[in-house]
């Protein structure tokens, strides 16, 4: 966690690809980490706050493809 998307969290690193960036999100809601999800969403479309369900269970993500990060 710490080589991937925590220095994200953290705040040590900003993601460098729009991939790296989904998978620090995705991590993020596994985490419930509310701060950053609403850090690296866009301000045009971003809520005042993000209540995440405690009941809510991420069971993987899968990266169909990418182009150019």
Known sequence: YES???????????APS????????YSAFV??????LLRTWHPRTRPARLDL???MRWTGLEILGTADG
Do not use: T, V
Request: contains cysteine.
């Open 4 to 14: 991937c998307c925590g220095r994200f969290h953290a705040g040590a690193a900003a």
């Open 53 to 55: 369900d405690p009941g």
């Open 31 to 36: 985490k419930g980490d509310a701060g950053y």
């Open 18 to 25: 729009a991939e790296a960036l989904m998978r620090s999100r």
